[in-house]
Nanobody, 124 residues
Framework: QVQLVESGGGLVQAGGSLRLSCTAS????????VGWFRQAPGKEREFVAS????????FYADSAKDRFTISREKAKNMVFLQMTSLKLEDTAIYYC?????????????????WGQGTQVTVSS
């Protein structure tokens, strides 16, 4: 079983940037599809971005397109979410998720493993 740990969250002004990191203990993230989801207070968990295990399939939420980039760095066993042009509505807890199959999905219930989340707060 893989344990995921997110980092890189924090407080940033609107228009700023943050890079979130997801790493796995005990396992190589190269063996998993990896996704980012977020949940704001009082709202449902929503998809942000994901990359399949093979790396050939990358999905973005419409809200993330042209602003966020998901990437893998296999040497560091990490997956990143580079976020730019941040908006107030990006404020949420961001979760890293992993799946063992070769698929990709925007549906959070189809992901097998989850980290504890990292808080991103965008201020005006």
């Amino acid at each position: 079983q893989v344990q995921l740990v997110e980092s890189g969250g924090g407080l940033v002004q609107a228009g700023g940037s943050l890079r979130l990191s997801c790493t796995a203990s005990g396992r190589s993230l190269a063996s998993y599809g990896v996704g980012w989801f977020r949940q704001a207070p009082g709202k449902e968990r929503e998809f942000v971005a994901s990359v399949s295990r093979s790396g050939t399939s990358i999905f973005y939420a419409d809200s993330a397109k042209d602003r966020f980039t998901i990437s893998r760095e296999k040497a560091k066993n990490m997956v990143f979410l580079q976020m730019t042009s941040l908006k107030l509505e990006d404020t949420a807890i961001y979760y890293c998720a992993a799946r063992t199959d070769w698929g990709n999905s925007k549906i959070w219930t189809e992901w097998n493993y989850w980290g504890q989340g990292t808080q991103v707060t965008v201020s005006s």
